[in-house]
DNA sequence: GTCTATAAAAGGATAGAC
DNA sequence: GTCTATCCTTTTATAGAC
């Protein structure tokens, strides 16, 4: 390789990453609509115009950032053995649901608050992946009533209720609060123990 | 009285609540940040200085919407009354919930999203009301488990996560759908139940 | 009470120099 | 790849006529 003259200020390879971290931070706190591209821009070091290097728009920059994290979701949910019991299963699934979700609660409040700010071609992906996530847990839940372990009246009744307690957390849960992960997640799984029980 | 000369366009008694309803809905359906007072005026049939009749500021229509909103929650349940067993104050804190939400999905909505526009002396009032609010539940779910009804092993914890499972519905409830009020409010009913029982 | 007009600031996005 | 400069639009809020 001959050695390039480094233009002034280029730092490709960190920059994207970086304002992707920063458009997370700010429409987080702020809300997407709320954040502006100087505002992004000044929190990566960067003027507003470079920005556009990396994303043809604010827009595209939302969109990715939500779609990549029900990618995650999905994939790393689908990596996990999906045999056992219902019980195990739904079991598996409501750690498996707190401990994700935990672990980055930006881009949960982001894919949750941010739907409307999306273009419909775009709302439609993410809104197909989300129905995906939730098909995995009525699978389970319609598993265990069929074998008589669940007294459950309405799946898909059940499995938006489920959905919606655990994904509560991350609006109260704070990392070295009263409470770690592990008994959040002992605590939610007897509930919904016990709430699906036959 | 006498008979005074009508100014151009005097509306005064209807175009207050106009306003506040055009803003619910617009909140609701774009968002805060993404609704500006021209839209709003439009909506009502106003230019958009006309507004400032009604409201100092954008922000302080936004906060009379959510403290009149989480009031009527408190007068409404406060007038409820709080005898009977925990099992029975819990069945009725469900239905209550649930059919006050289901009345008013857009009131509902601005309320848990729009938090984070508000500024900190106003966001400090909405806080405290809705702390307010579940504490009415964290009472009965107390009463229960010292009577020796419920196992409820933290009671904050099952608190919140009551409350965000009820609250959720009105992200999928839609008048004639495939369920009426009372079948949603049945089902709940007995998946809390069961979730708490000992 | 509403209008028109406007002030003053901020927004998304692009062009061209380096 | 980033900067400066700029375009053009939209924003909240106010002033003064009617």
Not at 111 to 131: C, G, K, Q, S
Request: glycine share 6%; with cysteine; aromatic share 8%.
């Amino acid at each position: 390789m001959s050695a390039m003259a480094r233009t002034q200020g280029s730092h490709s390879e960190i920059t994207g990453p970086r304002i992707r971290e920063a458009a997370l931070r700010l429409f987080a706190e702020r809300g997407y609509a709320a954040v502006s591209m100087r505002q992004i821009a000044a929190e990566v070091g960067l003027q507003a115009g470079a920005l556009y290097n990396y994303t043809p728009d604010k827009q595209a920059l939302l969109f990715s950032l939500m779609r990549d994290h029900m990618d995650d979701l999905l994939t790393e949910w689908r990596a996990r053995p999906a045999a056992g019991t219902a019980q195990n299963r739904l079991e598996d699934f409501v750690r498996f649901h707190i401990g994700f979700h935990l672990e980055r609660p930006e881009l949960v409040f982001i894919a949750y608050m941010e739907l409307r700010n999306l273009t419909p071609d775009h709302f439609a992906v993410i809104e197909r992946l989300r129905r995906d996530y939730e098909n995995a847990l009525e699978d389970i839940l319609r598993q265990g009533r069929d074998t008589g372990l669940f007294d459950v009246a309405d799946t898909k009744l059940t499995t938006l209720a489920v959905i919606a307690m655990l994904t509560g957390i991350t609006t109260w849960y704070r990392p070295g609060g009263r409470l770690g992960v592990s008994q959040v997640q002992d605590l939610y799984c007897d509930m919904v123990r016990k709430a699906v029980a036959a």
